[in-house]
T-cell receptor
């Protein structure tokens, strides 16, 4: 039972344009959501997070939107850069815990 | 500040054997968690330890076990290996148990079971 779903396994975007990565969840008890980025042969690195009491959080080029009624969140990267090419994982947790439920990831490729 | 260190980075085992993986967290971090990454399943939670106590356990069989030492270093063990245990095993640390979910991951131990 996949509680966190990333339905697009891959996404290709031109440099300078917007990248939108999507994530859906089924567990209404999730109240904290995170995005991680992973390069080959490296561990995932934390990118941005959002609490369920908010619907938007920004950090530089990265913005995460949360739609609780739709159980949907998205990560916007503007403008996209070739260095953003990586696998992006959406994750969720119930309460304050290090037990994260991850999606299966979306591979983003930013081309010149 | 050194990051999360996992050893060994790569290992090959045969079915039925057992394996022990080691993780040294970032200095000062007391919480360690383990995840299994496979191509079809993404990252799946295995365990979470804080101050030598297991706080959470994922939905894995009893062949998967772990522990944490007084210096916060952690080990996980998989006994009676199966082909499906082939995966990247990732260790992550955080300063406090359940701080904000912002985990610092190591590069992983890639296990191949033949």
């Amino acid at each position: 039972d996949q509680q966190v779903k990333q339905n697009s396994p891959s996404l290709s975007v031109q440099e300078g344009r917007i990248s939108i990565l999507n994530c859906d969840y089924t567990n209404s008890m999730f109240d904290y959501f995170l995005w991680y980025k992973k390069y080959p042969a490296e561990g995932p690195t934390f990118l941005i997070s959002i609490s369920s009491i908010k619907d938007k959080n920004e950090d530089g080029r990265f913005t995460v939107f949360l739609n609780k009624s739709a159980k949907h969140l998205s990560l916007h990267i503007v403008p996209s850069q070739p260095g953003d090419s990586a696998v992006y994982f959406c994750a969720a947790s119930e309460g304050i815990t290090d037990k994260l439920i991850f999606g299966t990831g979306t591979r983003l490729q930013v081309f010149p | 500040k050194a990051g999360v260190t996992q050893t060994p980075r790569y290992l090959i085992k045969t079915r039925g054997q057992q394996v022990t993986l080691s993780c040294s967290p970032i200095s000062g971090h007391r919480s360690v968690s383990w995840y299994q990454q496979t191509p079809g399943q993404g990252l799946q939670f295995l365990f979470e330890y804080f101050s030598e106590t297991q706080r959470n356990k994922g939905n894995f069989p009893g062949r998967f076990s772990g522990r944490q030492f007084s210096n916060s270093r952690s080990e996980m063990n998989v006994s009676t290996l199966e082909l499906g245990d082939s995966a990247l095993y990732l260790c992550a640390s955080s300063a406090l148990a359940g701080s904000t979910g912002e985990l610092f991951f190591g590069e992983g131990s890639r296990l191949t079971v033949l």
